[in-house]
């Protein structure tokens, strides 16, 4: 049996045949899940059918499925956020720009990859991205960084913070 998540966590693909389980749902009824017997089975001459002009009908799942096996088998290496893969292998680099520099900014290198079907040919688009992250600081720390302040409070500055004067 072969069984597998999509990237997005939406889809579940299996090549047996999945019972429909039993489901316990929480007080808000939040949980659920559907599966589909059989549907939309396909294999890659569908594919090879719709680029040949043998069929009009457009194999959305076998492209769909194609492109989450291309993004999974990167799974090890890369961290996926939004659509958006990031490799978790590389360095990130600090932003050279001052202002940046201050408010603690790394950069990381990633890309998002579509997998697009014409009537002509199969093709990968790959575009590259260069994304600016906050650094992982502690809350207060950042705090104080984006306020306009270049040090932790100390415990006696502390202490004036916890009054707040009510009218």
């Known amino acids: 049996m072969f069984l597998y998540g999509t990237m997005n966590k939406k889809c579940l693909y299996s090549t047996s045949y999945l019972s429909t389980p039993y489901l316990k749902l929480d007080q808000n009824n939040q949980h659920r899940l559907n599966i589909k017997s059989l549907s939309n089975q396909w294999s890659t001459n569908d594919i090879n059918d719709y680029i040949n002009g043998r069929t009009k009908i457009f194999p ?76 992982d600081i502690p809350l207060l720390e950042f705090i104080h960084k984006q306020i306009g302040h270049d040090q932790m409070v100390h415990s006696q500055k502390r202490y004036n913070f916890c009054y707040i004067d009510y009218l």
């Not at 939004?82 to 940046?100: A, G, I, M, P, R």
Request: hydrophobic share 30%.
């Open 60 to 135: 959305h799942d076998a492209v769909r499925i194609i492109e989450t096996l291309l993004k999974r088998s990167l799974q090890n290496r890369i961290k996926l956020v939004k659509n958006k893969c990031y490799f978790l292998n590389t360095e990130s680099t600090k932003v050279e720009d001052d202002y940046e520099k201050q408010y603690g900014f790394k950069q990381r290198h990633g890309f998002i990859q579509a997998l697009n079907l014409s009537s002509q040919k199969l093709t990968l688009n790959i575009q590259t991205k260069l994304t600016t992250f906050y650094s």
